[in-house]
C-alpha cells in the first residue's frame, strides 16, 4: 500500500491550504485535527494522514474481490493450458 513520508503529509497540506486560500491561523484544528496541532496546516497535515489511512482500508475492501476474481481467471488460464 502508500507509504507516504512526513514531508509527503506537509506538501500535499500546503497544496490543499493553497488551492482552498485557507489563512494562517488554528481555526481548523479542532475541526479537522485532533485538537494537538498549532495550526491550520499542521491540521491539515493531520486530515491528510488520516485521509489517507483510510483511502487504503476501503482499497483493500474494495480490491479483495477483484484481486480473487483476476487470480481466479488466471489459475483457470493456466489449467485449461
Known amino acids: 500500500m502508500l507509504n507516504p513520508t512526513g514531508s509527503t503529509y506537509r506538501r500535499l497540506a500546503k497544496a490543499m491550504q493553497h488551492a482552498m486560500q485557507i489563512p494562517e491561523g488554528d481555526a481548523l484544528v ?24 483510510t483511502l487504503e482500508d476501503e482499497c483493500g475492501v474494495i480490491m479483495l474481490p477483484l484481486l480473487l476474481d483476476r487470480l481466479e481467471q488466471t489459475l483457470n488460464h493456466w489449467s485449461a493450458a
Open 30 to 53: 479542532f475541526l479537522i485535527g485532533k485538537g494537538s496541532e498549532h495550526n491550520n496546516l499542521e491540521a491539515l497535515e493531520t486530515f491528510v494522514q488520516e485521509t489517507i489511512l
